[in-house]
C-alpha cells in the first residue's frame, strides 16, 4: 500500500518520460528501516564500486545490494525514491514543499567519487534538483557530509539528553494509543518569542492535564515566525519512539499519545520539543516549560497559563492582520 503511494507520487514529481521517472517506476518494492534514522545522521548512496570510506555519524543507504550496487542509474533511481518516499510521509505534495523538507531534514545524500558517465548526467542533476546533496570527489567525505546542512539538523537533533529513540522519521510509525494526556478544557500549549532561559522545566506530578508554554529567541524569529514554529513544534513530541502528538480540534492545546507500557515523561516531551526546534528550525534559544495539574478539580496554574496562551495568540492574530492588538504580547512568564 504505501508502495504504490510512494509510485504514485514519484510519477506525479519526475519528469515524464525521463530516464529517472522510468528507473523509479521499474523498481521492486522495497522498505527503508526508516527507525534507523533516530541512531544516525542520514544515509549516503555512494556512486561507485566499494570499497566506501568510513562516514562518520552516517551510514551507507540500507537497501538490497543489488539495487545500488550492480547498476547506476537504478542505485539514483533508488535514492530519489527514498527521498520523495520521505517528504511526501513529512507532508510535501508538491515540488517546492519537497525541497524545503528534503534541504531541511533529507535522509540521503549522494557521493559522486569519479567521473560519471554522461548517460547519468540528466537523471543525477533532476535528484539534485529535488533537494538531494551531491558530494563530488573522493576526498574527505565523511567530513563533507557532516557539513549537509539537513545531517547536521539530524545530529543537533540527536544530541538532546532523551533516553529514548526520537528522530522525524518515528513521526509516522504506526503506533496504537492506548493512552493520551491533553485536549481537555484547561490544557493550553503557545510558543512566543520572548524565551528567558535555554532549557526545560517540568512542574507537577505526570497526569492527564498540563500547559506548555515555549519562549523561544534566535536571529530572524519574531512574532510572525511563532505561529508557524508553533505549528511544527507541536508535532515534534511525536518523534519520540512509541508517542503521537498533535494539537487539539480548538487548537488550544496538544494531545500527546502513547503505545503500551510507552508513556514518555514530561521532561522527554520538553526536550523533544527544545531540540527539534534548535535542530530542523535553527532556534538559538528554547525554553520550554511544562506544568501538570491533577486529575481533578481546579488548578489556578493551569487556568493562569491557558488565558496567557490565548491572550497572546489574540494579541498575534490582531497584529498579522495589521490590526491594532488588544493588549501585550506575552507579559510575566509562568514559573
Known amino acids: 500500500m504505501e508502495h504504490d503511494r510512494d509510485r504514485t507520487f514519484a510519477a506525479s514529481i519526475l519528469t515524464a518520460g525521463g530516464s529517472l521517472a522510468d528507473a523509479v517506476a521499474a523498481l521492486p518494492p522495497f522498505a527503508p528501516p526508516w527507525p534507523a ?8 548512496l555512494w556512486l561507485a564500486l566499494p570499497p566506501v570510506p568510513r562516514l562518520g555519524a552516517a551510514r551507507t543507504l540500507p537497501v538490497a545490494p543489488e539495487l545500488v550496487w550492480e547498476e547506476p542509474s537504478r542505485a539514483l533511481a533508488v535514492a530519489a525514491a527514498v527521498a520523495l518516499a520521505y517528504a511526501r510521509r513529512r507532508g510535501a505534495s508538491e515540488r517546492a514543499g519537497i525541497d524545503a523538507i528534503l534541504r531541511r531534514e533529507g535522509p540521503v545524500a549522494i557521493a559522486v567519487p569519479e567521473e560519471v558517465d554522461p548517460s547519468l548526467r540528466g537523471a543525477l542533476a533532476e535528484v ?15 567530513e563533507r557530509l557532516a557539513m549537509v546542512p539537513a545531517f547536521q539538523a539530524r545530529a543537533l537533533g540527536h544530541a538532546a539528553p532523551i533516553a529514548r529513540p526520537h528522530d522525524p522519521a518515528l513521526a509516522w510509525q504506526a503506533i496504537q494509543a492506548v493512552e493520551q494526556m ?44 511563532s ?22 480540534e480548538r487548537g488550544h492545546g496538544l ?39 491533577p486529575e ?3 488548578s489556578a496554574r493551569l487556568t493562569e497559563m491557558r488565558a496567557r496562551a490565548n491572550a497572546f495568540k489574540q494579541h498575534r492574530a490582531a497584529a498579522l492582520r495589521g490590526e491594532p492588538p488588544p493588549g501585550p504580547a506575552v507579559g510575566n512568564t509562568v514559573g
Open 182 to 225: 491533553g485536549g481537555d478544557a484547561l490544557s493550553s500549549y503557545v510558543l512566543h518569542h520572548e524565551g528567558e532561559t535555554d532549557g526545560v522545566r517540568t512542574t507537577g506530578d505526570p497526569s492527564g492535564r498540563f500547559a506548555v508554554e515555549v519562549g523561544v529567541r534566535g536571529e530572524g524569529v519574531g512574532l510572525a515566525e
Open 37 to 44: 534514522l533516530a541512531g544516525q545522521s542520514g544515509w549516503l
Open 128 to 142: 539534485e534538483g529535488l533537494g538531494v546533496p551531491l558530494l563530488f570527489g573522493p576526498e574527505q567525505v565523511a
Open 255 to 293: 494531545v500527546i499519545g502513547w503505545a503500551a507500557g510507552r508513556r514518555p515523561a514530561g521532561d522527554e516531551v520538553g526536550e523533544a520539543i527544545r531540540a527539534w526546534l534548535r535542530g530542523l528550525d535553527g532556534v538559538e534559544l528554547v525554553d520550554v516549560r511544562l506544568v501538570f495539574a
Open 227 to 248: 505561529a508557524a514554529l508553533e505549528a511544527s513544534a507541536a508535532a515534534y513530541p511525536g518523534f519520540l519512539d512509541g508517542v503521537t502528538s498533535r494539537e487539539d
Open 296 to 298: 481533578t478539580g481546579r
